[in-house]
């Protein structure tokens, strides 16, 4: 179910940023000779008007063919037709290839509105202005201690913690000299003044004055809403930045579901499809920083077998999640295709702004072996990514 829902997802995202580049290419007064849905082995088409809609067996996006965009009508038609691509101004050809990433964080923008209207969970800051508002006029639904993250290969990865676990009970316990637990002491962290769960537990978890800070026992319910118990030791080695802390290796927080105004949806919205974007781009720089200076790919990139992991995470904590996390992957999907890569749409509008500022053109030849090699390269990425994906599953 979850590849199908990733299929659909994928398609619908891919197909979103095309339809920019149609969109864009129409009101140019560009001619559009095809509209792809999936690639070939192509199972039907229709025409309508100038435009081939073709319908294809492999569902993993589409495709839109410009005339001209790629040279081999420039030659032939002595670049003197106006609806020609290869005709148009600069700033046209750029406004076209940039359409289709415009689109794309418009759909995210929109996802995320609609997830935030519909299911708002806020992470609390407590000194917070909107956090005071909410209290002050009772709009607060629910409250939950909920797990934000869990580092790999830490003891609450392995004891089962997973994003999204909803924390009922913690527990700080002593222990003898043969690990049995002689005595506890219940954190209420429902009714906890503290503004920091994690911090806070931290904070005693290293406090070697402090008798409860042997272990943490944890009270919670998974995703699929079922009780579980768990016990977990923290271990040393874990914070890179300082190996002598203890941690259990999760980030817990205070999470409210606040009924939202539509209005209040649209601000927040915007300031969410900001910050990921912020947070897509400072991504990005790190894989290539790690991937130049260090010759290794991040461990959090996630080809399609990661992501499909992901999508049924998301699709477990709900609608609006899913909602979300599709917007969180157009957003990855737009900054992905503006780099400047032979392949991307940013490669292109790298070679219309060269063309434009030394007035001299690029020979489609060349052109087209860069796009051509650039596009090998992002498929032996993925293959690698995936092969990446599937090894760590075992």
Do not use: C
Not at 154 to 164: H, I, K, N, Q, T
Not at 370 to 387: A, P, R, Y
Request: aromatic share 10%; charged share 25%; no cysteine.
């Amino acid at each position: 179910m979850s590849i199908l829902i990733f299929l659909i997802i994928l398609l619908l995202l891919v197909i979103i940023h095309e339809a920019g580049h149609f969109f864009a290419a129409k009101a140019s007064n560009v001619r559009v000779d095809e509209f792809a849905f999936g690639f070939p082995p192509r199972l039907f088409s229709y025409k309508k008007g100038e435009t081939l809609y073709a319908f294809n067996l492999i569902p993993l996006g589409g495709y839109v063919k410009i005339f001209g965009e790629n040279g081999e009508e420039e030659e032939n038609n002595n670049n003197k037709n106006k609806r020609n691509f290869a005709s148009k101004h600069p700033l046209t050809k750029i406004f076209i290839l940039s359409a289709g990433v415009i689109m794309n964080i418009i759909l995210a923008y929109i996802l995320i509105t609609l997830s935030t209207y519909l299911d708002s969970n806020i992470v609390v800051d407590r000194q917070s202005e909107e956090y005071k508002t909410f209290v002050n006029q009772n709009r607060i639904l629910e409250r939950d201690i909920m797990i934000l993250s869990v580092s790999e290969n830490s003891p609450a990865y392995f004891a089962g913690l997973s994003v999204g676990d909803k924390i009922e009970e913690i527990k700080l316990n002593k222990e003898d000299n043969t690990g049995k637990i002689i005595d506890s002491k219940l954190i209420d962290i429902k009714n906890s003044k503290e503004d920091d769960i994690t911090k806070y537990l931290s904070e005693k978890l290293n406090d070697k004055n402090y008798e409860y800070n042997d272990s943490i026992s944890i009270l919670y319910k998974n995703k699929e809403n079922k009780e579980k118990e768990t016990t977990i030791a923290a271990v040393y080695n874990l914070d890179t930045e300082n190996k002598d802390r203890k941690m259990i290796g999760v980030l817990f927080s205070e999470v409210i579901n606040v009924k939202m105004t539509f209005t209040e949806s649209l601000i927040t919205g915007y300031e969410k499809t900001a910050l990921f974007i912020k947070l897509t781009i400072s991504g990005f720089k790190d894989l290539f920083v790690n991937l130049f200076t260090k010759g290794e790919l991040s461990k959090n990139l996630a080809g399609p077998v990661g992501i499909v992991k992901e999508v049924d995470n998301a699709k477990s904590m709900g609608f609006s999640y899913l909602l979300l996390f599709s917007a969180i992957l157009s957003i990855s999907l737009a900054i992905f295709n503006i780099l400047p890569f032979p392949a991307l749409d940013g490669g292109r509008i790298l070679f219309v702004l060269i063309e434009w500022i030394t007035r001299k053109n690029i020979s489609k030849k060349w052109q087209n072996i860069l796009n051509g090699g650039g596009f090998i390269l992002l498929i032996l990425l993925m293959i690698f990514v995936t092969i990446k994906d599937v090894v760590k599953l075992f």
